[in-house]
């Protein structure tokens, strides 16, 4: 991933919020649920990895509004998150 552009990751909030260090990652999906602000952070971390040539890191954190409204209370809790670290963020209700 170092050596290379446009590499495609693909891993879980296991996986990326503790065995990964990657430098070379512009672009993450967040498709699964979790608040957890220690894994998110975590998460994000890994890609805010400094790089010659990267200035940004962007996310796209995808939560979905399910009856139950369970999913959507988490994806509020991460909002908070976000707003606590001073992340730039825009939701878009599609």
């Known amino acids: 991933m170092l050596?290379?552009?446009?590499?495609i990751l693909v891993g879980s909030f296991g996986c990326i919020s503790t065995g990964?260090?990657?430098?070379?990652?512009?672009?993450?999906i967040f498709?699964?649920?979790?608040?957890?602000?220690?894994?998110?952070?975590q998460s994000i971390g890994?890609?805010?990895?400094?790089?010659?040539?990267k200035d940004a890191f962007y996310i796209y954190d995808i939560i979905d509004d399910f009856p139950s409204h369970q999913i959507l209370k988490q994806g509020k809790s991460k909002i908070k998150s976000y707003e606590k670290q001073g992340f730039k963020y825009t939701v878009i209700d599609g």
């Open 3 to 7: 050596e290379n552009n446009n590499v």
């Open 20 to 28: 990964i260090t990657f430098k070379n990652v512009n672009y993450a």
């Open 31 to 41: 498709a699964q649920s979790f608040k957890s602000d220690i894994t998110i952070l």
């Open 46 to 53: 890994r890609g805010l990895l400094p790089q010659p040539g």
